[in-house]
């Protein structure tokens, strides 16, 4: 795919596997604190980079718009289990960071777990930060508020939630998950919080199976779509669907054909709202492959999500997970993994809203 003239892309690695003490790093989470500064957030892996045994939270963070970084700090160590799936959303009318992670045994294997064997459960947490990201408190369960008893598997986004800034919902904390549920199938569905993070509540579960992990957006009329991993290979696209109701109910699911996806997790962002000289941006970013984790791409859409006429590729090679945010200045960041996992790079992409407009 060759890429499309959206304008400069600047790149700068961010993790890179053997820093410090981890042999890899994964899972990227990229959100913009209240003052501006960029939170690079993500799964240190400490042996390998298996998806099980001892994995921490880390968190680095640029005050300059992604031009340099911190070193990484610790946010969530638990000795040799695994703290993961990180999933941030900024509240703005505290101003305060909240991050929502799950836990594990660090010699559970999603299979074990799945099972039952008897290996310990995956359980659901959050921790939130009130200085931008500098430091955070201690990370507390939630398991028995978001998640029901029949349910084995469970996973907060990975990536970003969002804050509802339309209709009767608005100042709303949404956080896409996923999970098993008893029949064995894998289900998307959220979690939210309407009194700013103190509580978290479930919500709604989509209405087939076959979807697991997920990004939500909001539309111009205040509606929700979420994006969701999609292993119904009849079509090798991602799949959609769509809530009235601030994410209390899903309808609609279905698949999204010109997204396409190698069985892989995906970002999506509201850029820009509509106004009267712009029909606004929702971006996209995943590795946009039939079959096999390369070309990651971040798209635009200008009409809510219905076609994506803008489009860049970030990187040609081997590239899995994305995190999408819009910058202080309104470019559009992308913080994603590559070259099999042996980096997460920051990538800023200025010009994409001008393409919408050609």
Known sequence: MAPASAGEIEQRDVFVAGQQKYAAYRIPSLVVAADGALLAICEGRVNSKSD???????????????????????????????????????????????VLLTHNPGSATEQDIIGRHNVGERTVWATSSI?????????????????????????????????????????????????????????????????????????????????????????????????????????QSRQVAFSDDGGESWRDQRHAPELIEPICQASIRRIEWPSDDSPGMIAFSNPADFAKRRSMVVRASGDDGRTWPAQVEL???????????????????????????????????????EELLK
């Open 131 to 235: 200085d931008d990201g500098q430091t955070w408190e201690a990370p507390r369960q939630i398991t028995a508020e978001v998640k029901r008893r029949e349910w084995t598997w469970y996973a907060t986004g990975p990536g970003c939630g969002i804050q509802l800034e339309r209709g009767e919902r608005a100042g709303r904390l949404v956080i896409p998950c996923d999970h098993n549920g008893a029949d064995g199938g894998r289900y998307s569905h959220i979690i939210y919080s309407d009194d700013q993070g103190a509580t978290w509540r479930l919500g709604g579960v989509t209405p087939e199976d076959d979807v697991n992990e997920c990004e939500v957006v909001e539309l111009a009329d205040g509606s929700l779509i979420l994006n969701m991993r999609n292993y119904d290979r009849a079509v």
């Open 52 to 98: 099980t045994g001892n994995i921490d939270i880390v968190v680095k963070r640029s005050t300059d718009e992604g031009v340099t970084w911190s070193d990484a700090k610790v946010l969530w160590d638990d000795g040799e289990n695994t703290c993961g799936n990180p999933c941030s959303v900024l509240d703005r009318s505290t101003g305060k960071l909240h």
């Open 315 to 353: 990187h040609a090679g081997s590239s899995a997970y994305s995190c999408l945010a819009r910058l202080p200045n309104g470019d559009v960041g992308c913080l994603y993994e590559a070259d099999r996992y042996g980096r997460i790079v920051f990538a800023r992409v200025k010009g994409l809203a």
